[in-house]
């Protein structure tokens, strides 16, 4: 069974810093890989997502994500952060539907709450 | 962008009711939706995968008489908490697929269960 480890479960960081948020997921093939972030009263937005190709990921908002296979993570980047970033980020990781056929749910990690400091 | 929309945002009902949430994809089709559940300060758990016409497939351990979904229509999918605990309380949110298999989620309904 697929699994998806977020080992930080808050992260605080001031404003204008540089962000990393870790994701590291465990399955058997190389999955369908996402970033989303979820805000009080709002649904989760996709920030970006990698399913092959260049592994250095290009997202909304100013966020990046950086697929490396040999360490099975998907680790989500932001050079300079803003106050409006403070939400609950999630990695979340599907089957590849192009081996498997058909579409699965996704597998969620447990999130990461981001505080901003000013 | 695609707009999945979810009604009511807010629920409260007695235990031993059963309550209705209704997921909408309101600017394309979904063949397939899917349902999650989140608990406070924790991850989305897939509960069930909804095709329209067709029955849904539950996550094992999700009692399938008690979370009733039916995916009527290319833009609506349901799912009702029949006779509804305290411990069915919880933030249910539904995601529709769209082009390129990417999924849409719902803004969520808490479900509030006294």
């Known amino acids: 069974a697929q699994s998806v480890t977020q080992p930080d479960i808050h992260i605080t960081v001031s404003e204008g810093a540089s962000l990393e948020l870790r994701c590291n997921y465990s399955y058997g093939a190389t999955p369908y890989l996402f970033w989303y972030v979820q805000s009080p009263g709002q649904g989760l937005q996709l920030l970006l997502k990698y399913f092959s190709g260049d592994t250095l990921v290009q997202g909304i908002k100013g966020f990046e994500a950086e697929f490396k296979r040999s360490q099975s993570s998907f680790n989500l980047r932001k050079p300079s952060v803003h106050w409006s970033d403070a939400a609950e980020y999630f990695c979340a990781v599907a089957p590849n539907l192009y081996s498997g056929g058909g579409a699965d749910g996704l597998t969620f990690g447990k999130g990461t709450h981001l505080i901003i400091q000013p | 962008g695609a707009v999945v929309s979810q009604h009511p945002s807010r629920v409260i009902c007695k235990s031993g009711t059963s309550v209705k949430i209704e997921c909408r994809s309101l600017d394309f089709q979904a063949t397939t939706m899917f349902w999650y559940r989140q608990f406070p300060k924790q991850s989305l758990m897939l509960m069930a995968t909804s095709n329209e016409g067709s029955k849904a497939t539950y996550e094992q351990g999700v009692e399938k008489d008690k979370f009733l979904i039916n995916h009527a229509s290319l833009t609506l999918s349901t799912l009702t908490v029949t006779s509804a605990h305290p411990e069915d309380s919880s933030f249910y949110i539904c995601?529709?697929?769209?082009?390129?298999?990417?999924?849409?989620f719902g803004p969520g309904t808490r479900l509030t269960v006294l």
């Open positions: 995601s529709a697929l769209g082009d390129l298999n990417e999924q849409f």
